[in-house]
């Protein structure tokens, strides 16, 4: 795309077990400083899968699980993660915790989702986890990060969307940008032809549809849904959002949640707590988060929504 | 003369309810086939009835801050957007 003499300069790559599109908006002849600000936005991505990855054996984060029980010494990417989290358990009063890790095992989502779906799967695991969030002890003064014995951490999502932020960060100085990292998307300044970024919410019942099309910039926009990542084990329909209150995957009426939030880590949080919070309290919540807004689609397909997400896209 | 004018006056005017008869037919058939046709090229208005939503779901009336729609309609757009991203969700 080419107007106003700025060019869209795009880089995708694979990374955290799904497809990155990053873009920035440039002066035509300034595509070699949009493409090294590209390429420092794949190695970010890189060394924090690298990092915070639960299905890479010899990542911090596996390193931090086995290290159970007794203090570990973290990175500062690590430690600032692990901090965004818990302050997310608090926020959400623990629908969102970190520590469901064994839960997750539990519900079948021991492995990388590429391989759960062509290897057998281990049976469904009964277990009573007696630790939450608040069991996390953060020692910033050593760098420390203690989870008690027999607990494991996932930072899956949230690690997820804290790169996003960080990668925008990098690009803050365009004009325009955007990065797109497998839905959880993050949106600075407009396109190179002035107009704001459109963006399709996926309809979960069609996937090749868009419920919506929204008209954003300088924000984040993120899905949670239990259409993707779900699995069927021995007549058990398992999906990878567990509700910390029971420890399995949720049940409520929710199909899938679209929040608008400031930035990609609040966004994925909000999304996820409104899935498992249900209809009613879900929207609530969406509602009491700053400058957040929601669609919420229910499994009767009944379609909830903030009133500004009507106003900023082109509705049904 | 005369008899033969009158017979040619007789026979026009003749002519003349025949097309006007023909002429309200179709106008009326054409007016039958509008109507049955859908309204394609009109936006369809969003229902903001909050109260149209299922109980068993859980969705009380207090949900009146969101609005709520059956996505099962025909999606209308008011333009076509091509979006440049998808929120595929996780």
């Known amino acids: 795309m080419k107007m106003f003499g700025l060019v869209e300069i795009t880089r995708s790559f694979t990374a955290m077990n799904t497809n990155v599109e990053a873009v920035v908006c440039v002066p035509s002849g300034g595509e070699k400083q949009a493409e090294n600000a590209l390429l420092l936005v794949q190695d970010i991505f890189t060394s924090v899968e690298a990092a915070l990855s639960r299905f890479i054996p010899d990542s911090e984060i596996s390193r931090l699980n086995r290290s159970a029980g007794q203090p570990f010494q973290a990175s500062s990417l690590l430690f600032t993660v692990m901090t965004l989290a818990k302050a997310a358990a608090e926020t959400t009063g623990g629908i969102f915790d970190p520590t469901i890790l064994p839960f997750l095992m539990a519900a079948g989502y021991d492995r990388s989702f590429e391989q759960l779906v062509t290897q057998s799967i281990l049976p469904v695991l009964e277990i009573k986890s007696r630790y939450t969030w608040r069991d996390i002890i953060l020692d910033a003064a050593a760098s420390t990060i203690t989870i008690p014995a027999g607990a494991g951490v996932d930072l899956g999502g949230i690690a997820k969307g804290w790169t996003v932020d960080y990668a925008g960060q990098k690009l803050k100085d365009f004009s325009g940008f955007a990065i797109d990292a497998g839905g959880d998307i993050l949106l600075g300044g407009k396109r190179a032809d002035g107009s704001l970024w459109p963006i399709g919410v996926v309809d979960p019942f069609n996937l090749q549809e868009n419920l919506t099309v929204l008209e954003l910039s300088d924000c984040a926009i993120c899905t949670s849904t239990t259409t993707r990542r779900c699995w069927r084990l021995d007549g058990f329909s398992g999906h990878h959002l567990i509700d910390s209150r029971h420890g399995k995957p949720a049940d409520s009426a929710v199909v899938s949640v679209t929040v608008i939030a400031d930035s990609a880590a609040r966004a994925e949080v909000i999304a996820k707590t409104a899935l498992i919070l249900g209809p009613d309290e879900g929207m609530q919540f969406i509602h009491s988060q700053t400058g957040a807004q929601g669609i919420i689609v229910l499994n009767n397909g009944v379609l909830l929504r903030s009133e500004e997400t009507r106003e900023a896209g082109y509705v049904r | ?90």
């Open chain 2, 1 to 90: 003369m005369v008899n033969q004018t009158t017979k040619r006056n007789k026979l026009a005017a003749r002519s003349l309810v025949v097309c006007g008869t023909l002429l309200a037919g179709t106008a009326i058939w054409m007016s039958v086939i509008n109507s049955a046709k859908p309204a394609t090229q009109t936006a369809v208005p969003v229902s903001d009835n909050s109260s149209s939503v299922n109980q068993s779901n859980g969705v009380s009336n207090q949900s009146a801050i969101a609005v709520q729609t059956p996505i099962s309609t025909t999606p209308i757009l008011q333009q076509q957007v091509i979006p440049r991203f998808r929120t595929r969700g996780s």
